[in-house]
């Protein structure tokens, strides 16, 4: 589904991403961990081309993404993103942000996307807060909530940002649910994480970066059992 | 102390009449100016070199200049250059409007660039298009912060209005002196017409409250 070939990025004489070559399958969970500075976030980032490659190539459904910027929003609605910091719209209501762009990006009707939020709020346990401005939720609430945006706009992919990073320890639990129910349902998924458990747990691959550079990938069991390489050997030390 | 309000009674409606005048063309004013502002405050963000060079260099004459100096030339070149006979009610509306949209696109500039960051690249990675999300996500969310500031221009625009006087347009400001040249007095009702532009300004003031509470709605 996806295919990245040597992709690299640059902010400047700053090498953050290095050749990176991977592929990601239909389906399939993949966590991306790595310390901080790694170059994970700006990894997810070019695959939505938020960031935009320094040179390499990034196939999503067989379309080049660095070649198609003059149609990049009509991929980017395939393509869900979940934000560390949630960036609901704080002017619309919880209801409101989840018809926005299925309305104004994909011109679905206003009944039906209507039906389809209250349905998505009702899979994230909030549908009793259709009318609240996203001010009003906890943390937990609102990443919940850019989940169900995103997934508005019914993505074949979801990109998940350190989706529980920015949340208080209680609330993780919450969004890890959803993100194991999305997980289970057969959604593609590539997350950046700190959650070791989830990672654990939930991927089918994991991938480990550190310092721009695929250092190792491989099934969670293995990786988490006996890491390969001195570097994934010194983080999962230091993180587990 | 020699004053005698009773003297400008007769005026009254003359004046009054004044209020109508002015605001006619302050509304229109404002309108041109928000319009072109918000269009340059665009400009200045994009990523379009003509344009951004465009709209500073737009930026740097009208703030540059005086305004009254671009009223003039309006009202007198014109005629002089193209023959067409420009009224000072249309001259009126060309010079605050254009000078205005000057200040409002600063304004906005500042309003959208204070916008976090994450709202653009939330829309972006929902696949909103740009014209889409500028009005429906962005400028919303700059409007609220910038509404302070927003009228307070309004509120300058509606009391320098009062130099269109010098281009013969019957504002409330012209009328003050048309009576007062009648009634050889002029403190009163110059000190009148003073009331009347605070009132003005005061129901502006209310107007942009009120605004301003039904924005923060959603906080």
């Given at each position: 589904m996806i295919d990245v070939q040597a992709l690299s990025k640059k902010f400047g004489d700053n090498l953050v991403l290095s050749e990176i070559t991977t592929s990601i399958q239909k389906g399939e969970v993949v966590a991306i961990i790595g310390p901080s500075g790694s170059g994970k976030s700006t990894f997810l980032r070019c695959l939505n081309l938020l960031e935009t490659p320094s040179s390499g190539n990034i196939e999503v459904n067989g379309k080049n993404l660095t070649a198609s910027k003059k149609e990049i929003h009509k991929i980017r609605q395939q393509i869900g993103m979940v934000f560390q910091h949630f960036h609901?719209?704080?002017?619309?209501t919880v209801q409101d942000n989840l018809m926005y762009a299925p309305m104004k990006?994909?011109?679905?009707?206003k009944y039906e996307a209507e039906e389809k939020a209250r349905q998505l709020l009702e899979r994230v346990g909030l549908a009793q807060k259709a009318d609240a401005y996203p001010n009003s939720l906890s943390g937990g609430q609102k990443q919940r909530v850019a989940i169900a945006r995103a997934l508005a706009m019914e993505p074949e992919l979801m990109l998940f940002d350190e989706p529980t990073s920015a949340l208080d320890p209680e609330m993780v639990k919450e969004v890890l649910e959803v993100m194991k129910d999305l997980a289970k349902s057969g959604m593609t998924m590539v997350v950046v994480t700190h959650e070791m458990g989830f990672a654990r747990e939930v991927a089918d691959r994991v991938l480990f970066l550190d310092h721009g550079i695929l250092v190792e990938e491989g099934e969670p069991e293995s990786f988490f059992q006996q890491p390969k390489s001195d570097r994934a050997r010194d983080f999962l030390d230091k993180v587990l | 102390m020699n004053l005698d309000f009773s003297q400008i009674i007769p005026y009254i409606p003359f004046m009054l009449e004044g209020i109508w005048v002015t605001l006619k063309f302050v509304f229109f004013a404002i309108i041109l100016g928000s319009i072109l502002g918000t269009v340059l405050a665009l400009f200045k963000i994009g990523t379009a070199k003509p344009m951004r060079w465009f709209a500073d260099a737009y930026t740097s004459i009208f703030r540059g200049t005086p305004l009254i100096l671009q009223l003039m030339i309006i009202y007198y070149s014109i005629p002089q250059l193209t023959g067409y006979d420009i009224s000072p009610f249309l001259s009126a509306i060309l010079a605050f409007g254009l000078n205005s949209s000057a200040y409002i696109s600063e304004i906005i500039r500042a309003g959208i660039q204070a916008v976090d960051k994450g709202q653009l690249e939330a829309a972006q990675a929902l696949g909103v298009p740009y014209g889409a999300m500028m009005k429906d996500i962005i400028l919303p969310q700059a409007l609220k912060n910038i509404l302070p500031a927003l009228m307070n221009e309004f509120i300058t625009l509606t009391k320098e209005s009062a130099i269109v006087s010098t281009i013969g347009y019957l504002d409330l400001m012209r009328r003050a002196q048309v009576v007062g040249a009648d009634l050889f007095r002029n403190f009163e009702p110059l000190l009148f017409v003073g009331l009347i532009y605070w009132c003005l300004v005061m129901g502006l003031t209310v107007i942009g409250r009120m605004v301003e509470r039904r924005l923060k709605l959603s906080d």
């Open positions: 609901l719209f704080p002017h619309m990006a994909k011109g679905i009707r | -």
